[in-house]
């Protein structure tokens, strides 16, 4: 467990004010429609590909795997622009990985491997260009070499290194937006990758990280295939209608759960969380030719619902329906996955059947068999018709908000009004689920990762978050709170819940 953690505040050595909707200042001179040049934009450094990276009109550096060149500066994509309208100081957009490695990595070598690693996925580096308010976009500046050594070795214990990674996101300021800090944690050793979330995603940035191990170790650390799916088990993309906006301003959409508060500090800022180490729940056999009849994702989803339904039940709540968020990711994994945010959101929502099963399944510590059984079945079926369903990243909500028709300082003040006013209409819980890590993370003579760990943020309204990674036949779990509603013994004790929960969807023959 945490302990508490401090306000999220800018460097010292970058003490600029923030300017419109909480970006850098602008330029004191208008700045055109085209590409911005930067202050400290390499001019001559060479990038993945050949290409220089600051040299205007040199067709900029490579894209991920070589595919084409990149731009110099893009502008912000559908959920870097939102999450970067809805910043909160006390609440940082960091996403945390940890890699536990047996033995300590070299400084020197490890550096290396990470600017190597950045140039051959030079989307990475990247820092926020100025903008004005006036202006149609924010915009990304690829800078082709890091603005700072994003590896450090901090000393301390491997709970500061967590504290730092909720309450320090790494400045957009300076490429690249994540940190790196390697710390001894008992007999081993941890990499504590730290990332603004404004401008990559976890996977993304494990892309990297799995590069910069083979660069490091010389082991090859190409991902594993991916599991193979019968045609049952995968439907056909098709298109989707709605929206979670649309529906949360409908009338008669009811509110959701929301997890019951449970804190002796409300309005504390800042998130907390639990590490945890669990056993894979058993699934049953599939036949020959068959679809599972449910998978560990699946699992994980009624898990979630049980813990947020007994949760509540305990704290005198009345029953509500409970919508899980559940990221999901088709990019491929190899040299050539993009590196952005390139997940895309889809909700689950429990229907009325299993609402008129809550007692069944929350009044005693062990939930009805059959009743779980239903609720697993219908939850694959309905994890497999959101995952064929053809839709934007948010939505097709998050594309109408981002569309550059207005000045995006008046798009941030409207997004920003109508994420408070549909609050209450917000999922019940984030859950994530990254499953199998599909590379070695081999760092040669500093050993395989033996576990790996991941920690999605956990902002209000919805103010949980529940992140899965499996390696080795275990279940690594971080569950992630909003200290506004949870303090640590709560946590804790939320998250003992989940892991019975998650235990009870175990199959018994």
Not at 66 to 74: D, I, K, N, S, T
Not at 106 to 121: C, G
Not at 132 to 156: I, K, Q
Request: net charge positive; charged share 20%.
């Amino acid at each position: 467990m945490t302990a508490p953690h401090r306000h999220y505040d800018r460097s010292p050595a970058d003490p600029a004010p923030r300017g419109p909707g909480g970006g850098p200042p602008a330029d004191p001179e208008p700045t055109p429609t085209g590409p911005l040049p930067e202050p400290g934009t390499a001019t001559g450094a060479a990038g993945a590909g050949g290409g220089t990276a600051g040299a205007r009109g040199t067709g900029g550096t490579r894209g991920e795997g070589g595919a084409g060149p990149l731009p110099e500066v893009l502008p912000f994509p559908t959920v870097d622009e939102i999450s970067r309208h809805c910043l909160s100081a006390t609440e940082p957009e960091t996403i945390h990985i940890e890699i536990h490695l047996p033995s300590r990595p070299r400084h020197d070598r490890l550096t290396a491997a990470f600017t190597e690693a950045m140039r051959r996925h030079p989307r990475i580096l990247v820092r926020e260009a100025r903008v004005r308010w006036w202006h149609r976009n924010y915009r990304w500046v690829l800078t082709g070499e890091p603005d700072r050594d994003p590896v450090s070795y901090p000393g301390g214990t491997l709970e500061e290194a967590r504290r730092r990674a909720l309450s320090d996101c790494p400045s957009p300021d300076a490429s690249p937006p994540i940190r790196v800090e390697v710390v001894a944690h008992g007999e081993g050793w941890v990499l504590l990758v730290t990332i603004n979330h404004t401008a990559l995603d976890g996977p993304a940035c494990l892309r990297v990280v799995a590069t910069a191990a083979e660069l490091y170790g010389g082991a090859d650390n190409a991902p594993a295939p991916p599991p193979v799916r019968t045609a049952a088990a995968t439907p056909e993309r098709r298109p989707a209608t709605g929206s979670p906006l649309s529906r949360a301003v409908a009338p008669f959409w009811p509110l959701p759960a929301r997890v019951a508060a449970d804190t002796g500090h409300p309005g504390a800022p800042g998130n907390g969380m639990l590490i945890s180490d669990l056993p894979l729940p058993g699934r049953p056999p599939r036949e020959p030719g068959q679809p599972s009849a449910y998978t560990v994702n699946d699992q994980l989803l009624v898990a979630s619902w049980l813990t947020i339904a007994r949760w509540n039940r305990v704290h005198r709540l009345p029953a509500r329906p409970i919508r899980i968020t559940m990221p999901v990711d088709d990019r491929p994994r190899g040299a050539d996955m993009p590196i952005n945010n390139g997940t895309r959101l889809v909700e689950v929502a429990f229907a009325p059947e299993e609402r008129a099963e809550h007692e069944a399944l929350t009044a005693t510590e062990e939930p009805d068999p059959a009743a779980l059984d239903r609720l697993l079945r219908a939850t694959a079926a309905r994890t497999r018709a959101l995952k064929a369903a053809d839709r934007p990243q948010l939505g097709f909500s998050g594309d109408l908000l981002t569309s550059p028709v207005l000045p995006v300082g008046v798009r941030a003040a409207g997004v920003r009004a109508l994420r408070g006013a549909a609050g209450p209409w917000a999922s019940s819980v984030l859950l994530s689920n990254i499953g199998r890590v599909p590379y070695p993370l081999d760092f040669g003579d500093a050993g395989r990762a033996t576990a790996v760990w991941f920690s999605a943020p956990a902002r209000v309204p919805r103010g949980l978050s529940i992140t899965t990674v499996s390696t080795g036949g275990r279940l690594q779990l971080a569950l992630r709170w909003s200290r506004a509603r949870l303090d640590d013994e709560a946590g804790t004790r939320l998250g003992a819940l989940f892991a019975r929960a998650l235990a009870a969807t175990a199959y018994r023959p």
